[in-house]
């Protein structure tokens, strides 16, 4: 009895808060939307049509309208190609180097965080490797790997290895002692220890590694993309530029703007995803 | 040679202001299927003594034995119920059960081992909670899935510290019957810690009384004489409860006073 009635308060409750829901969420789109709309007047009174140096919203949009912007999916040959398309070039190479920074990163994230010996030994290397910039990889990976594409991968790999081998690493080495305990007493076999005890307890520690990684490599590969040519979303910043064409560029900053904010909220949708119905 | 025996057990640790003796010369046998209750002032060395005979601590001098067997590491013919429960967040209560089971049971069966966690989920009267996960029971539910754990793996020793001390006192009055139930099924040895006079009086056959630390050490042990099963309100309403409780108080808040109390 007490607790169907409660259901039922809750679920009156639920009906009753549905617009209190809208209007929460409306307090959250309308200001940063606001706010989009002021700084884009304020840019265009600061850039008038006919004015030198960088175009305003009206004239970028008036520029980039045909094709850029009203068909992203246009295909002319050769790099000319709508942005949609330049962008998922781009993140086809992100996704290929990213998943190979994943089984690199959270493998040896796994064996360095289980072994103080090999920590020890290792992470002092890591610790200098990692501060290398994405870009300064690629003349070595051009060279040693004598293809563009390769190149690109490798880029983005060792870019986004370094955070999540390192995040992977602490997480192992944050395994509560009450679970190791459990192992002890139980004599737990080092598989059932593994999937059951290591991997969830470092789950959150690999997944903000993720985030951290993926970030990375959209930055990495952008100006990976503007050296090696071909078709990406760099590349097609970097022709723009050539041409003089301030428009397009700017469109294009918009576009990798709103991926990378995607990827950013995918690796954290997946983590809350994965994480919290572990521990719900 | 008795069940469990602890022979000259003294512990020492290494301090920054040279070694400290936490226990010295620790002797205890314990017979099978006896409850053993240990008492003492916080900090004396219960938890160091009894994580001896689990196995996950070693003594600097002196042995621990279970049929003749010196104790050197854990196992699960020693299983513990940890104060702070000791489950898996990720798993369900159900799976935290079965975890133990397939691991000390490999060769029985997949029906064996599920009616085995089963059996003792409803021992503990969390059938119904049986696919929640640990972050959704209660102290006294996690209590009670880390009880099933421990004994669904039938140790010959079970070791509690402390288990209930996080508890309100209804719970607590409900799982010191169902332990002592438990314990009359399974006729397994139980080593607990307690800061509870009236609980160790209850549930024990011998009282272990520790004094002070450091350099710890059994100042005495106190038989429990009252008849099983056990009626609460009844022994505590016995002269011999009454001269029992008062003896034990006054061995620590008199004879071992804590400094600090
Ligand atoms: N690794 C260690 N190094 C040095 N001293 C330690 C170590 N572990 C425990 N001690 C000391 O040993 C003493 C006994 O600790 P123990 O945890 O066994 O006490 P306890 O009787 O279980 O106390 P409580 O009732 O509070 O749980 C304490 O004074 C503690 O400071
Ligand atoms: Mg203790």
């Not at chain 1, 679920?11 to 940063?32: A, D, E, H, Y």
């Not at chain 1, 200098?128 to 004598?146: F, G, V």
């Not at chain 2, 009282?207 to 022994?235: H, S, Y």
Request: proline share 5%.
């Amino acid at each position: 009895m007490a607790t169907s009635t409660s259901k039922l308060i809750i679920k009156q409750r639920r009906q009753g808060n549905s617009n209190t829901w809208i209007q929460s969420q409306l307090k959250k789109i309308v200001p940063p939307l606001a706010a989009l709309a002021v700084l884009l007047v304020i840019w265009q009174i600061l850039c008038p049509p006919g004015s030198q140096g960088l175009p305003g919203p009206i004239q970028i949009v008036q520029g980039a309208w045909d094709p850029f912007i009203i068909n992203p999916f246009f295909d002319n040959g050769g790099n000319s190609k709508g942005l949609a398309i330049q962008i998922w070039a781009s993140l086809q190479r992100v996704f290929v180097g990213f998943f190979f920074s994943i089984v690199v990163g959270v493998g040896l994230g796994i064996l360095i965080g289980s072994n103080k010996v090999i920590y020890r030994a290792l992470d002092p290397l890591f610790q200098i490797l990692r501060t290398i910039p994405p870009l300064a990889w690629l003349p070595l990976s051009l060279a040693a790997l004598k293809d563009n594409g390769a190149a690109a991968y490798f880029v983005i790999f060792i870019t986004a290895v370094w955070p999540i081998l390192i995040n992977t690493t602490v997480g192992v080495q944050q395994i509560p002692q009450d679970y190791v305990n459990v192992k002890r007493v139980l004599k737990l076999s080092n598989k059932t220890y593994f999937f059951k005890i290591l991997i969830p307890s470092a789950l959150p520690y690999i997944f903000t590694g993720l985030r951290i990684g993926i970030g990375l490599s959209w930055l990495a590969i952008i100006a990976a993309e503007m050296l090696i040519g071909g078709v990406g979303i760099g590349f097609f910043i970097w022709d723009s530029y050539n041409n003089a064409n301030l428009d397009r560029i700017i469109v294009a900053l918009f576009y990798v703007g709103v991926v990378g904010y995607l990827l950013d909220l995918l690796v954290l949708f997946i983590g809350s995803k994965i994480v919290a119905e572990d521990r719900k | 040679m008795s069940f469990l025996t602890i022979d000259r057990v003294t512990k020492v640790y290494p301090t920054a202001n040279g070694p400290a003796t936490i226990l010295d010369g620790i002797d205890l046998s314990v017979n099978e299927g006896e409850f053993i209750c240990l008492i003492g002032h916080s900090g004396c060395g219960k938890s160091t003594l009894l994580n001896m005979v689990s196995g996950f601590n070693t003594p600097t001098s002196g042995t621990v034995t279970l049929q003749g067997n010196q104790i050197i590491e854990p196992g699960p013919d020693r299983m513990m119920v940890f104060q702070n429960y000791c489950l898996l967040p990720w798993l369900t209560a159900y799976d935290n059960v079965y975890l133990a089971v397939d691991s000390v049971y490999p060769a029985h069966t997949e029906a064996q081992k599920k009616a085995i966690v089963r059996e003792h989920l409803e021992m503990v009267g969390l059938t119904e909670s049986a696919s929640k996960k640990p972050g959704q029971l209660s102290g006294g539910m996690k209590q009670r899935v880390a009880i099933a754990r421990a004994l669904a793996i039938k140790p010959q020793v079970l070791i509690l510290d402390e288990p209930f001390g996080a508890l309100d006192a209804i719970t607590k009055e409900e799982l010191q019957d169902e332990l002592l139930t438990i314990w009359t099924e399974h006729k397994v040895t139980v080593l607990m810690i307690t800061h509870d006079i009236d609980e160790a009086l209850y549930l024990a056959d011998r009282l272990v009384m520790m004094t002070n630390g450091p350099a710890a050490k059994i100042g005495e042990v106190l038989d429990i004489p009252f008849d099983r099963p056990r009626d609460r309100e009844e022994i505590m309403a016995s002269n011999t409860y009454i001269e029992l409780r008062n003896y034990a108080l006054d061995f620590l808040f008199n004879r071992y006073a804590h400094l600090d109390d």
